[in-house]
């Protein structure tokens, strides 16, 4: 499934850049006698993984001690991963954050190539190799893990003096949000990318008018009718699935059975679709039947393993996301749409609860008033917040607003894009808007906020990569 994905794979990293960069300005090297490297191993708790060298830039991977429990430190402490891509320490710096797994190869996010600084990424507790050893959830919660950035944050502002602005895409957008909700002081602007911002999990018919009116209704007939077919199709179909998990070795126990398994990789299809692709794919034969009813069970079956993938919810391919999911359980909310293209009859179990996707043996109670202080205290009290969504992505459909009290803060929607949505795709004005409010907030000098072009070259290998197709129902 992975590599029939390579069509679509050539999107940017969630928060990379698709911009033609403006002139880069030159960084003087770092003051004083100590070497960079020894300044961050001379912080309490850090430890050196490696070093990779990359062309104007030191990249570190490095364990940063953390609390099990911030709010009891001394009951036991973990391991978790930062990468420091350091480039001047007269340089401003970007806090970046997946939500997820830490990358271990030197990236830069579309705001720290647009401020020419330094970055430093976190992984998200509870991902390995991130986790406590015994894991308590209980500990895997909003404010503590902004309590681990706002750690990092002022261990690493000894060396890193200039100013600070945290940024992530998607779930990593969320993580900017809550962090700046717990710790406002402690960055100077936020850049959050595609943030999904469930208020009211009950309540989710916001996603039910996208899908029936994004793009054209040919290109959204031609996909409900892959879909629907794939589900009147079952039994064929989940023959072909059991011979593949039995050669894979893949199993069920979390989800429950392969009938489960099988309806839910159906189901993400459509959505699926619209957070990865572009709608001009809609008319690409090799990827969506054209005419489903007349589509033979492999055409059918490479569509939907193509945008959906029928490895995810097997135990082996949900397990890496099990922080994910609990989170989704306890605190963020999932999506729940209908499908009213696809008769009752076909449709066993809907979109289930990510608690299905959780193994048993982790208990979880749904926490409502999390999202709702949230969104709560965005609305009123953001102060040089960025948000910006796609048009196509229906990750977007319920997302963060700001209102009144809310200072130098802003959402934008970038036209045509999907969850791949940066600030090189707003229109025109609004993307020298945008970056020049980027580097207002980082602190850099007038003249290059006036002319409001991200300030180093565009780089390849740092700034665009292939993405790995990732899991559908997940931000």
Same mark, same amino acid.
């Given at each position: 499934m992975r590599k029939a994905l390579r069509w679509l794979l050539a999107l940017t990293v969630l928060i990379g850049t698709l911009s033609t960069a403006g002139a880069a300005t030159a960084a003087e090297p770092a003051t004083g006698t100590t070497d960079i490297k020894e300044r961050l191993l001379s912080i309490p708790g850090v430890s050196l993984i490696e070093e990779k060298p990359y062309t104007g830039y030191r990249f570190f991977v490095l364990n940063f001690t953390q609390p099990v429990d911030h709010r009891h430190p001394s009951k036991g402490t973990f391991q978790q991963r930062i990468t420091v891509l350091h480039k001047d320490v007269a340089r401003p710096t970007v806090f970046f954050t997946s939500g997820y797994n830490v990358s271990t190869t030197p990236r830069r996010s579309e705001p720290t190539q647009i401020v020419d600084g330094n970055q430093v990424s976190l992984e998200y507790r509870f991902f390995t190799p991130s986790r406590p050893d015994p894991a308590d959830w209980t500990k895997l919660d909003i404010w503590q893990a902004a309590s681990d950035q706002h750690r990092v944050f002022k261990a690493l502002k000894k060396i890193y003096s200039k100013n600070w602005l945290t940024t992530g895409g998607s779930k990593g957008g969320m993580t900017a949000t809550y962090y700046e909700r717990f710790y406002p002081k402690d960055m100077d602007g936020v850049v959050a990318y595609v943030a999904p911002?469930?208020?009211?999990?009950?309540?989710?018919?916001?996603?039910?008018?996208?899908?029936?009116?994004?793009?054209?209704?040919?290109?959204?007939?031609?996909?409900?009718?892959?879909?629907?077919?794939?589900?009147?199709?079952?039994?064929?179909?989940?023959?072909?699935?059991?011979?593949?998990?039995?050669?894979?070795?893949?199993?069920?126990?979390?989800?429950?059975?392969? #009938? *489960?398994?099988?309806?839910?990789?159906?189901?993400?299809?459509?959505? @699926?679709?619209?957070?990865? !692709?572009?709608? &001009?794919?809609?008319?690409?034969?090799?990827?969506?039947?054209?005419?489903?009813?007349?589509?033979?069970?492999?055409?059918?079956?490479?569509?939907?393993?193509?945008?959906?993938?029928?490895?995810?919810?097997?135990?082996?391919?949900?397990?890496?996301?099990?922080?994910?999911?609990?989170?989704?359980?306890?605190?963020?909310?999932?999506?729940?749409?209908?499908?009213?293209?696809?008769?009752?009859?076909?449709?066993?179990?809907?979109?289930?609860?990510?608690?299905?996707?959780?193994?048993?043996?982790?208990?979880?109670?749904?926490?409502?008033?999390?999202?709702?202080?949230?969104?709560?205290?965005?609305?009123?009290?953001?102060?040089?917040?960025?948000?910006?969504?796609?048009?196509?992505?229906?990750?977007?459909?319920?997302?963060?607003?700001? #209102? *009144?009290?809310?200072?130098?803060?802003?959402?934008?929607?970038?036209? @045509?894009?999907?969850?791949? !949505?940066?600030? &090189?795709?707003?229109?025109?004005?609004?993307?020298?808007?945008?970056?020049?409010?980027?580097?207002?907030?980082?602190?850099?000098?007038?003249?290059?906020?006036?002319?409001?072009?991200?300030?180093?070259?565009?780089?390849?290998?740092?700034?665009?990569?292939?993405?790995?197709?990732?899991?559908?129902?997940?931000?």
């Open positions: 911002n469930d208020v009211v999990n009950n309540e989710d018919s916001a996603y039910d008018r996208f899908f029936a009116n994004v793009d054209t209704k040919q290109c959204r007939d031609r996909l409900n009718a892959v879909q629907r077919e794939a589900l009147v199709r079952r039994e064929p179909l989940e023959k072909k699935y059991a011979e593949y998990a039995a050669a894979e070795g893949f199993t069920f126990t979390t989800v429950g059975s392969l #009938d *489960k398994a099988y309806e839910a990789v159906v189901l993400d299809y459509v959505w @699926g679709f619209w957070q990865y !692709a572009q709608a &001009a794919d809609c008319a690409e034969d090799e990827l969506i039947p054209p005419n489903a009813k007349t589509a033979t069970d492999d055409q059918i079956w490479a569509s939907i393993d193509t945008i959906s993938g029928f490895s995810f919810y097997t135990d082996q391919g949900l397990d890496p996301y099990t922080p994910y999911f609990y989170q989704a359980a306890t605190q963020l909310g999932a999506p729940n749409i209908h499908f009213p293209h696809i008769e009752k009859k076909y449709i066993r179990y809907g979109y289930q609860p990510p608690r299905n996707f959780v193994p048993r043996e982790i208990p979880t109670k749904f926490q409502p008033q999390a999202m709702r202080d949230v969104d709560n205290w965005v609305r009123h009290n953001a102060r040089h917040m960025l948000y910006v969504y796609g048009q196509n992505d229906p990750w977007g459909s319920e997302r963060f607003r700001v #209102d *009144k009290g809310a200072k130098d803060s802003y959402v934008f929607t970038a036209p @045509g894009m999907n969850h791949g !949505a940066n600030v &090189a795709g707003l229109t025109a004005d609004q993307k020298a808007f945008a970056t020049a409010r980027i580097l207002d907030w980082a602190g850099v000098s007038a003249s290059a906020v006036a002319q409001a072009k991200p300030l180093a070259k565009f780089d390849k290998k740092l700034d665009v990569r292939d993405v790995e197709r990732e899991p559908t129902l997940r931000p």
